[in-house]
C-alpha cells in the first residue's frame, strides 16, 4: 500500500480487496450471516409459545447483535497480521485499515440483524417500528464489531481471540437487569451497565413497544451505540499504530 495514496484512497481500496476475500471465502461468510436466522428461528418457536413478544425477547435478540458483530470481527486483523506488518513499511494507513473492515463488517451484519428479525417476525410481530429495530440491533452489532476488532487487534493469535469473545458477551448478560433487579443496582454496576451495548438496544425495544414513550430514552440508544462504535474503532486504531510485530513471527 503506497505511502503516496491518502487515507481515504487506501480505505477504499483496502475495502474493496477485503470484499473480495469474502467473496473466496463464501462459504464462511454464508456460515456467519446462517446464524442469524437460525436463531431468530429458535426465537420464534420460544416466544411462539406465549404468542408475544416480551422484554426477555428484546434482551435476547439485542445480546445476540453484540454477539454476531464481535463473532464477525474477532479474527480480522489478527489472522493478516503478517500482511499487516509489511504493507505497514510502505505506508498503510492504520485508520484506513480499520474502518475498511468496519465497512465492509457493516454489510454483513445489517445483513445478518435483517435477517434475525425476519425468522422472528416470521412467528410473532414484535411490537414498535421494525425499521427503528433494525437501525437499534445494526447499532449493537456494529458496537460488537468495535469489540471484536479491538480484540483482535490485541490477540497474539486467532485462538485468543476467539477465546475472548465470552468476556465480550458474559457480561453484557451479567451487567443488566435480567442478572439482578435494577432497584438493587450498586454504583458500579449501574455504571457498568450503561457501557454494554446490548443494554442500549434494549432500551430502545422498550421504548418503542411503550404506549407512552419517554423520548429521550428512546433517542439516546441511537446517539450511544454509533458513540460507542466509534470509540472502539479508534481504540483499535491507536492498539494497531503502538503495536509491533516482527514479519513472519507467531
Do not use: N
Amino acid at each position: 500500500m503506497s505511502a503516496v495514496l491518502g487515507w481515504r484512497a487506501q480505505r477504499s481500496i483496502l475495502a474493496e480487496r477485503y470484499r473480495a476475500c469474502w467473496v473466496g471465502e463464501w462459504a464462511s461468510g454464508l456460515v456467519l450471516i446462517g446464524q442469524a436466522p437460525l436463531i431468530g428461528a429458535l426465537c420464534g418457536v420460544v416466544w411462539g409459545e406465549v404468542a408475544t413478544d416480551t422484554p426477555s425477547l428484546y434482551f435476547v435478540l439485542s445480546l445476540t447483535a453484540v454477539w454476531l458483530g464481535a463473532t464477525a470481527g474477532c479474527r480480522e486483523v489478527v489472522k493478516e497480521r503478517d500482511v499487516l506488518e509489511r504493507e505497514r513499511l510502505f505506508g498503510l494507513s492504520m485508520p484506513a485499515y480499520v474502518l475498511s473492515r468496519a465497512e465492509v463488517l457493516g454489510v454483513m451484519t445489517l445483513a445478518q440483524v435483517v435477517l434475525l428479525q425476519v425468522a422472528v417476525e416470521w412467528t410473532l410481530s414484535l411490537r414498535g417500528a421494525l425499521p427503528a429495530q433494525t437501525l437499534a440491533l445494526w447499532g449493537a452489532a456494529m458496537a460488537g464489531v468495535g469489540l471484536g476488532l479491538l480484540v483482535s487487534a490485541i490477540a497474539k493469535t486467532q485462538a485468543q481471540a476467539v477465546g475472548a469473545v465470552p468476556l465480550l458477551i458474559v457480561p453484557q448478560l451479567l451487567f443488566s437487569e435480567f442478572a439482578i433487579d435494577k432497584d438493587k443496582f450498586g454504583p458500579v454496576v449501574a455504571q457498568v451497565e450503561r457501557l454494554m451495548p446490548a443494554r442500549h438496544a434494549y432500551r430502545a425495544f422498550v421504548e418503542l413497544a411503550a404506549l407512552e414513550r419517554d423520548w429521550a430514552a428512546l433517542l439516546t440508544p441511537f446517539f450511544v451505540l454509533p458513540l460507542m462504535t466509534l470509540t472502539l474503532l479508534a481504540l483499535t486504531t491507536v492498539a494497531l499504530a503502538f503495536r509491533r510485530d516482527v514479519v513472519g513471527g507467531a
